[in-house]
């Protein structure tokens, strides 16, 4: 949980979530994580997942984006192409 207002106890997901990405990685290997989170987190199952992509706070239109990023449709590595590679369209 976050918040200006008080200080974690502990840096672990709210509630049941880490049981719940533990059963989700049990039954599909290929199981990528999205932590949608403003500060550090545990992530005991890292090493269960395939993937895990750190969205902070992505904004009104962090949905469209995740999805265009997990797709394919887009580049998220973001800064400068390398050389004789055109620039990735989120840049445009």
Same mark, same amino acid.
């Given at each position: 949980?976050?918040s200006e207002g008080f200080? #974690?106890?502990?840096l #672990?997901l709210p509630?049941?979530?880490d049981?719940?990405? +533990?059963?989700v990685?049990?039954a599909?290997p290929?199981?990528?994580?999205v932590?949608?989170s /403003?500060?550090?987190?545990e992530?005991p199952w #890292?090493e269960d997942?395939?993937?895990?992509l750190l969205?902070w706070?992505?904004?009104?239109e962090g949905?469209?984006a995740? /999805?265009?990023?997990?797709?394919?449709?887009v580049?998220p590595? /973001?800064?400068?192409?390398?050389?004789g +590679?055109?620039?990735?369209?989120?840049?445009?």
């Amino acid at each position: 949980m976050e918040s200006e207002g008080f200080d #974690r106890t502990d840096l #672990r997901l709210p509630g049941r979530q880490d049981d719940l990405v +533990r059963a989700v990685a049990a039954a599909n290997p290929n199981t990528v994580v999205v932590v949608n989170s /403003g500060s550090p987190v545990e992530m005991p199952w #890292r090493e269960d997942v395939a993937a895990v992509l750190l969205s902070w706070f992505p904004g009104q239109e962090g949905g469209a984006a995740l /999805g265009d990023e997990l797709l394919g449709a887009v580049e998220p590595g /973001g800064g400068c192409p390398p050389p004789g +590679r055109p620039p990735s369209p989120t840049h445009r």
